[in-house]
């Protein structure tokens, strides 16, 4: 089928089956070990196939849970001889802990709440009308394996050869494993290939998932916002308005319905991915200002808190402009001249409010915080901070270290 032809099958499409639409991304978290694999009794070879995934999952799991442990154990058996040394170590044992919670955490998520989302997308569609999906989103999702491959190979292979090029510099962060000999060092690049991998893909698909239920989301709520405003600019019958008013709320209520599935999905990873951003930064800062780092940890530390601190930003202005969408109504209803409309609109509209200024909507974290603006500007305070912080312990650091040189220079 050439690419115009399945263009145009997508144009004529209104009806949207979402087990069918999100089922690549589905597939690929059952490949990597994200998603739970349903195997009917009634299938053929169906003990094989129940021993074969679980081998699969033992597998993949033992390479993942095995990296913080591993990192732990330099943490505690560190010998470098240097309080500074062990900077480094830190900084990715932050990185593989927390990323481990996430796969484990996100593995119980996605099996559970993936095909309830898509259900409750079903349901709305069919209380409420087809859900028009913009066109990127089901090209996107059609190519959805492919592109995590594509996404998840880029860093691990970026990754792996920072590991073989310093391996000198990077030995203590390796141990037990090393690159002496050839056997040794394929050990070393398969573990690191294949954890990094699974990480990686696991990160990549619950990044793509928000990314594309934030697309999906935003656009239910602009065109909901556009009716609302549409409804009450136009002079309908009291009847009519009255209809039109509790269909919209209870539209944005059912929405708001299957957008809290989403939050259940993926809330583990932005805990985590908040959590370890200001640890990862803050090592780095450390070990760059105190001259602590080899050549080879600054540039595997520096790639690594990019890496955080690029999808903490893009999150971050994710979950703002979506906060601000979602309360984009709020808007509309304060302009409503409610002398106009009949007395069961206004109690529509009270309850309407009243959902607007309740529990702010948005991407929360447990429901410790919610990502919208207020935390954009959160963040990057709290950034420049501990940057500041740091600065002044490296200026007093230089500071003691000309003192106690001059000392000696005096003591001789």
């Not at 290939?193 to 697309?215: D, E, G, K, P, Y």
């Not at 050549?295 to 530390?301: I, K, P, R, V």
């Not at 790639?303 to 309360?327: E, K, P, R, S, Y």
């Not at 984009?328 to 009243?354: C, E, G, R, W, Y």
């Amino acid at each position: 089928m050439t690419s115009t032809t399945y263009v145009k099958e997508l144009n004529r499409e209104s009806h949207t089956d979402f087990k069918h639409l999100f089922q690549p991304l589905q597939q690929i978290a059952k490949w990597t070990g994200l998603h739970s694999v349903q195997i009917g009794k009634e299938s053929r070879f169906y003990i094989v196939k129940k021993v074969l995934n679980w081998i699969k999952l033992l597998i993949v799991y033992f390479v993942i849970v095995s990296a913080p442990f591993k990192f732990l154990y330099v943490v505690l058996y560190n010998d470098s001889g240097s309080d500074g040394r062990i900077i480094p170590i830190l900084a990715v044992f932050v990185y593989f802990a927390a990323s481990t919670y996430i796969t484990i955490a996100s593995y119980f998520s996605v099996s559970k709440y993936f095909s309830s989302f898509c259900e409750s997308l079903n349901e709305h569609q069919r209380l409420y009308g087809n859900i028009q999906i913009n066109l990127y989103i089901k090209i996107v999702c059609k190519w959805a394996n492919w592109i995590v491959v594509v996404v998840t190979v880029i860093p691990t292979v970026l990754y792996s050869f920072i590991t073989f090029h310093f391996q000198d510099d990077l030995s203590d962060v390796f141990r037990p494993l090393s690159f002496k000999g050839i056997l040794n060092t394929v050990l070393t690049l398969s573990y690191v290939l294949s954890n990094t991998f699974f990480l990686t893909a696991h990160q990549v698909i619950l990044v793509m998932f928000l990314i594309l239920t934030f697309t999906l989301f935003l656009r239910q709520f602009s065109h909901l916002n556009e009716r609302l405003e549409k409804s009450l600019a136009e002079k309908l019958s009291p009847s009519l308005q009255e209809k039109t008013i509790e269909t919209i709320r209870q539209e944005y209520s059912s929405l708001l319905a299957s957008f809290e599935i989403t939050n259940s999905v993926i809330h583990h990873y932005l805990f985590a991915l908040y959590a370890m951003c200001i640890p990862i930064v803050c090592f780095l800062l450390y070990g760059l200002l105190r001259g602590k780092l080899t050549g080879g940890e600054s540039l595997a530390m520096s790639v690594l808190a990019m890496f955080v601190v690029f999808f903490v930003l893009v999150l971050t202005i994710i979950g703002a402009v979506f906060n601000i969408m979602a309360h984009s109504p709020l808007n509309v209803l304060m302009k409503v001249d409610i002398q106009s409309i009949t007395d069961k609109a206004v109690h529509s509209l009270s309850l309407f409010v009243s959902r607007l200024n309740g529990p702010t909507v948005g991407y929360h974290v447990y429901n410790l915080f919610t990502l919208d603006t207020h935390t954009a500007l959160a963040l990057t305070g709290t950034l420049l901070t501990y940057g500041i912080v740091m600065l002044q312990f490296s200026e007093s650091g230089s500071s003691g270290n000309s003192v106690c040189n001059s000392n000696n220079s005096l003591t001789s």
